[in-house]
């Protein structure tokens, strides 16, 4: 088993940066590949950045160059680093980690509200 926790959650203004960080611990594998979704109230949840075990990375369209992921295979940790945060950013913010033959793990979430 994994289990993911999320941290760095909070309030925000607009036009302002949050970073979020997701500890893994158990079985880790350093192939996984590790992201962010979030999920808006009423919403579905949503792709936000994934990055591989090589370092590649992809974002939804919504974030692009606001926001930045990162991974430190030694610390089992993922980073999301997000700057011009806007009022629709608002939602919880959660972790994937992703195994190659398939399975998944999510942590529990952490809130991100920002207001305008």
């Known amino acids: 088993q994994v289990q993911l926790v999320e941290s760095g959650g909070g309030l925000v203004q607009a036009g302002g940066s949050l970073g979020l960080s997701c500890a893994a611990s158990?079985?880790?594998?350093?192939?996984?590949?590790m992201g962010w979704y979030r999920q808006a109230a009423g919403n579905q949840r949503e792709l936000v950045a994934t990055?591989?075990?090589?370092?590649?990375?992809n974002y939804a369209d919504s974030v692009k160059g606001r926001f930045t992921v990162s991974r430190d295979n030694a610390k089992n940790t993922v980073y999301l680093q997000m700057n011009s945060l806007k009022p629709e950013d608002t939602a919880v913010y959660y972790c994937?980690?992703?195994?190659?033959?398939?399975?998944?793990?999510w942590g529990k979430g952490t809130l991100v509200t920002v207001s305008s």
């Open positions: 158990g079985n880790i594998f350093n192939t996984d590949s």
């Open positions: 994937n980690r992703r195994r190659f033959y398939g399975a998944e793990y």
């Open positions: 990055i591989t075990s090589s370092g590649s990375t």
